[in-house]
């Protein structure tokens, strides 16, 4: 019998091998993004480069990008809106850095209740990826 109180399942994202591993080897996060788009990944470490430089708008253009892909993405993979997205399994991992990148990036250009509903999206989403990207 089903459990008719119980919440969705988790969703996880399909692996990209071959642009993790591009990444992970030093490719450029830039080249990796353009090789493929579709990769989350590249478009956080995009995101995150360009906040540590200072550059909140272009970080907040990429972490949109990455955002937006990553959600293609989880629709794909059966995402109904809501539910849990394990930061445990690594392929969401990009996706989430995303998303917090996002909440990062809105805040520095004053989107306020932007940043705000990324963070809630980010901890309704994963607690343990919550933690470690804003407490890490």
């Not at 970080?59 to 997205?85: C, E, N, Q, V």
């Amino acid at each position: 019998m089903d459990n008719l109180l119980a919440g969705p399942p988790p969703t996880h994202l399909p692996d990209l091998p071959e642009a993790r591993e591009a990444l992970e080897s030093g490719v450029k996060a830039s080249d990796v993004a353009a090789r493929f788009p579709a990769y989350p990944g590249a478009w956080a470490a995009l995101a995150e480069e360009y906040f540590a430089q200072g550059h909140a708008v272009t970080s907040y253009a990429f972490a949109r990008t990455g955002y937006h892909r990553g959600l293609d993405a989880l629709r794909r993979s059966g995402w109904k809106g809501h539910g849990p997205i394990p930061w445990e399994h690594e392929p969401n991992r990009g996706f989430l850095r995303c998303l917090y990148a996002l909440s990062r990036a809105a805040q520095a250009i004053g989107e306020k209740d932007e940043a705000e509903r990324c963070l809630q999206f980010l901890k309704d989403s994963t607690e343990s990826g919550h933690d470690a990207l804003t407490k890490g």
